[in-house]
């Protein structure tokens, strides 16, 4: 599974950064694999009576600060390189959030809008079955990522709840408020988000209604960063989805192009039946053409490898926030850094999501909940102060933001390391 080069690609980044850290080799020998990674197959009975077998997967990358964290993706993509992949950099993003956990993630090979609500429901439960014996609350936490929601975490919580013959809410972050979600956390990828690229407002000179700014991947973590960019006065000029994207140089609607792609959601429907694309009457471009706009903020939210060697060169943002996990490769940061793009890295752009899921997690333990405007007071600081001090990072060691995130990332890491010891039995943790 290592020589997958989605994977080879993430280690890279790690590798940059032991250049700027003073730590014991035993660190990167700690880091170079995952700690355990399963795969299953998940048989489904379907509403035809037919039997199909989907495939999944979920992966603890490492646990030395604390339970393994991270979401769930039901995509035809998935394969064990990118639930890796995925892994690992929830590794280092909760390192850098200073989150008491490690990283992990899981997925499922499969389209899910081509599943019936209760086929996507018994391959939810199907999968918990599968790995009960993997995960639990102080093991490795669910949550929801591409395709996955706060209807499929209560699944899954409730599935695990049957299996270990307890209420078990701690499992799995991101369910509905009724089954002890926390406030705020739907909308906290996309928060997160708006709250790092507010921090770097006078840093990086940006006057909000001067300001353009292209989003692609208009779901939960998209189309929550381009509403509140649009609502503190950024000019959001594109947007996409699966089907393309629009564009109008003038500005185009938020509120109004959410509203409509929330309501293609059909009362039964799990997922969004409309487009973008279809919605408004406006420029329809293609995905890779948004990618390319001459425009101030470009925001990958949507899947990994979108801005790679091949495209690199032809990229005309001043900054990318990658909303998204892993849109850019290493080559890529090395062309964009080479035409002075800035780029402000996954584990600290979309790490508002899993803060906010270490809410959830708090809340479920302490059974006491808390109201929204705490959920966002302790995000807001959370995002002001790590990002500052990634900002600081880079400044001072004149290293790109990404390899300051790793290295900020790296020092919390390998202080767990050094401060377990030396036992080496399989006995972990
Ligand atoms: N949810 C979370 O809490 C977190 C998510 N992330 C990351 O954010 C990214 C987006 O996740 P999230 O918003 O949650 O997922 P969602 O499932 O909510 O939305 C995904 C969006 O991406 C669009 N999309 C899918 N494929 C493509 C494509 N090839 N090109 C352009 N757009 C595409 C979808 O289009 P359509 O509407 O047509 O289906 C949809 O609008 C992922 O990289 C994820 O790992 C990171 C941290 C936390
Ligand atoms: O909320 C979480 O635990 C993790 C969300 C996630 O999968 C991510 O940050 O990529």
Redesign the pocket.
């Known amino acids: 599974m290592t020589n997958n080069r989605l994977f080879d690609d993430a280690s890279q980044r790690l590798q940059l950064a032991l250049k700027y850290v003073d730590l014991p080799d035993d660190v990167l020998t700690s880091l170079s694999y995952p700690k355990a990674s399963l795969s299953i197959s998940i048989p489904v009975r379907m509403d035809d009576g037919s039997l199909q077998i989907f495939q999944g997967y979920r992966v603890r990358y490492d646990n030395t600060r604390g339970p393994a ?3 769930v993706r039901y995509h035809p993509n998935v394969s064990p390189d990118e639930v890796q992949s ?1 892994a690992f950099w ?1 590794t280092f ?1 909760c390192a850098a959030l200073n989150l008491p956990f490690g990283g992990g ?1 899981g997925g499922i090979t499969v389209d899910p809008k081509a599943l019936s609500k209760m086929e996507l429901e018994r391959l939810s439960r199907g999968y918990v079955d599968a790995i009960a014996d993997f995960i639990g609350p102080d093991i490795d ?1 669910l ?3 591409v395709y996955t929601n706060p209807m499929i975490m209560g699944w899954m919580m409730d599935q695990y709840s049957i299996i270990q013959r307890q209420v078990c809410r701690g499992v799995v ?2 369910k509905p408020l009724a089954l002890g979600g926390s406030q705020g956390r739907n909308s906290a990828t996309g928060t997160g988000a708006f709250y790092v690229i507010e921090t770097l407002q006078s840093q990086l000179d940006l006057v909000p209604s001067e300001t353009t700014v292209a989003v692609q991947g208009f779901g939960n973590a998209g189309a929550v960063v381009a509403s509140q960019l649009a609502a503190a006065g950024y000019r959001i000029v594109a947007v996409s989805d699966s089907r393309g994207g629009i564009y109008a140089p003038q500005g185009l609607d938020i509120p109004s192009i959410r509203q409509q792609k929330e309501a293609s959601r059909g009362i039964q429907a799990v997922y969004c039946e409309g487009t973008v694309c279809s919605l408004v009457e406006h420029q329809v471009i293609t995905n890779e053409d948004l990618l390319k706009l001459e425009v101030d903020i470009l925001i990958p939210a949507a899947l990994e490898r979108q801005i790679t060697a091949e495209n690199a060169d032809q990229i005309e943002a001043r900054y990318i926030f990658e909303v998204a ?1 892993g849109p850019i490769t290493s080559a890529a940061d090395a062309i964009l850094e080479q035409n002075n793009i800035l780029v402000f890295p996954d584990i600290l752009v ?2 508002g ?2 803060t906010v ?1 270490y809410f959830e997690w708090v809340q479920n333990r302490s059974g006491l909940y808390w109201e929204e405007a705490q959920v966002q007071g302790q995000l807001q600081e959370k995002m002001v102060a790590e990002t500052q001090a990634i900002w600081q990072i880079s400044q001072q060691q004149g290293i790109s933001v990404r390899t300051a995130a790793y290295v900020h990332a790296l020092n919390r890491i390998g202080a767990a390391v050094t401060a377990k010891g030396t036992r080496t039995d399989y006995l972990n943790p």
């Open positions: 964290k991270g979401g995925l929830m993003k993630k936490i949550a929801p990522d972050t991101g996990n979309n790490a999501g899993v899921s």
